[in-house]
Antibody
Framework: EVQLVESGGGLVQPGSPLKLSCAAS????????LNWIRQAPGKGLEWVAS????????YYPDTVKGRFVVSKDNAKNTGYLQMNNLRSEDTAMYYC?????????WGQGVMVTVSS | DIQMTQSPPSLSASLGDKVTITCQAS??????IAWYQQKPGKAPRLLIR???TLESGTPSRFSGSGSGRDYSFSISNVESEDIASYYC????????FGAGTKLELK
């Protein structure tokens, strides 16, 4: 059974760091890209990071570039999103996604709230 | 960066209606558009990729078409289980989602 389980969310103060994890099972994690997508409360979907299968290339939109770092540990079947210098506008549900040739897996999401 | 203009923001339909959502890209995206369905409190679900390829498990009442900058997504014979929000996504150059369309029952 395929599972993606995000963890690491919570309430943090502006300017703080936070690291999210995405634990994968039931498929070959090392062969696939990993995306992080977020959704602010009551708002639409926003792509925030991508990493290629072997972890050698990463991509970000301008809104998080320089603050967020995506990584993956294929030995542990786990992906990560290190978020630095968090802002109130980063408050959102964060999802990890594994897009495949004939599948598309999503986690249940983890909530991040940035507030003083 | 590629921008995706999705319309309408909301849609009201009766059961059995056909509804259509459009997305216009700021440049040619060569059919690299996907469509997602999201129900409240749930993760999005991929319905269609590469303009018109239905994912396994996507009912045939869902369809997609388009080329160049202009794309559309349709649901024929709307059913109650289709009440959700729908998003387009371009993936030819990084990723950009449309703003979403909320489908409600009339």
């Amino acid at each position: 059974e395929v599972q993606l389980v995000e963890s690491g969310g919570g309430l943090v103060q502006p300017g703080s760091p936070l690291k999210l994890s995405c634990a994968a099972s039931g498929f070959t994690f090392s062969s696939n890209w990993l995306n992080w997508i977020r959704q602010a409360p009551g708002k639409g979907l926003e792509w925030v990071a991508s990493i290629n299968p072997d972890g050698s290339s990463t991509y970000y939109p301008d809104t998080v570039k320089g603050r967020f770092v995506v990584s993956k540990d294929n030995a542990k079947n786990t992906g990560y999103l290190q978020m630095n210098n968090l802002r109130s506008e980063d408050t959102a549900m964060y999802y990890c996604e594994i897009p495949g040739y004939n599948f598309d897996y999503w986690g249940q999401g983890v909530m991040v709230t940035v507030s003083s | 960066d590629i921008q995706m203009t999705q319309s309408p923001p909301s849609l009201s339909a009766s059961l059995g209606d056909k509804v259509t959502i459009t997305c216009q890209a700021s440049q040619n995206i060569n059919k690299y558009i996907a469509w997602y369905q999201q129900k409240p409190g749930k993760a999005p679900r991929l319905l269609i990729r590469y303009t018109s390829t239905l994912e396994s498990g996507t009912p045939s009442r869902f369809s997609g078409s388009g080329s160049g900058r202009d794309y559309s997504f349709s649901i024929s014979n709307v059913e109650s289980e289709d009440i959700a929000s729908y998003y387009c996504l371009q993936y030819v150059n990084l990723n950009t989602f449309g703003a979403g369309t909320k489908l409600e029952l009339k």
